[in-house]
């Protein structure tokens, strides 16, 4: 297993928000994370982040626990986020934005370059000066996409990443979400309210419900459940 997880709690201030999460997935493998608004979703994906800290359980990555590295160590590793609300600097253009991430995360021979990235979206190829900032929301959505796998990534957490975006821009997205995972046998956990979009690319679905996995199933598993009523 590439990310395995076990009996995993986490919160903020007094509150616990997540209790006992478990998973365990493979090199290439697709999950969608599916639930309510408040489920723990988000919450999972920082704990594994290292983003906010673990009150009980456990994170391996590629067989190491990983509990109390840090989050620049996490992501030199491989892990990597993409959060919720455009994940871009607004003030640089576009081809600033995907320079500043690879001088960072592009060593030689790493697996996705940024010709790599700028092919996978032409839209961006053709506004290289163009401030981030003032790009329509899915081009902003395909920057921030583009940044989380330069490099050499090996399991993306993207948060919720069709927020406002048209529905032919969501499914290409995900198709692209899909091509780059098969293609590098890259791992994504994808949390996603668009519950159709996320079944259509998975490979896997875990439902949360009030902290918990209440669901772990093939997709058609999922739809044939009653998992609906956690929505």
């Not at 892990?79 to 600097?89: A, D, H, I, M, Q």
């Not at 600033?96 to 370059?113: H, L």
């Not at 996409?145 to 050499?152: D, E, K, P, Q, V």
Request: proline share 6%; net charge negative.
């Amino acid at each position: 297993m590439l990310l395995q997880v076990s009996g995993l709690s986490a919160g903020y201030g007094p509150k616990t928000v997540i209790e006992d999460v478990a998973l365990a997935l493979e090199p290439g493998q697709i999950l969608a994370l599916l639930g309510h608004n408040g489920a723990g979703k988000t919450t999972t994906l920082k704990s594994v982040m290292g983003l906010i800290p673990i009150r009980a359980g456990d994170v391996s990555f590629d067989g190491a626990n990983i509990n109390r590295l840090p989050v620049a160590e996490r992501v030199a590793r491989g892990l990597r986020l993409l959060p919720e609300g455009r994940g871009v600097f607004p003030d640089l253009s576009v081809a600033e934005n995907i320079d500043v991430v690879a001088s960072r995360n592009c060593a030689p021979g790493c697996m996705i370059n940024p010709p790599d990235v700028l092919d996978l979206f032409p839209a961006l190829k053709e506004r290289p000066n163009t401030r981030a900032g003032s790009l329509s929301g899915g081009q902003q959505q395909m920057l921030a996409f583009s940044l989380a796998i330069l490099g050499t990534p090996r399991c993306l957490m993207l948060d919720e990443p069709s927020i406002g975006l048209a529905p032919n821009l969501v499914e290409r997205l995900f198709d692209q979400v899909l091509s780059v995972c098969k293609d590098h046998a890259m791992t994504a956990i994808l949390v996603e309210q668009n519950v159709a979009a996320a079944m259509r690319i998975a490979d896997r679905v875990m439902i949360m419900n009030n902290g918990r996995i209440v669901f772990d199933g093939l997709p058609d598993e999922a739809r044939a459940s009653n998992f609906w009523e956690y929505f």
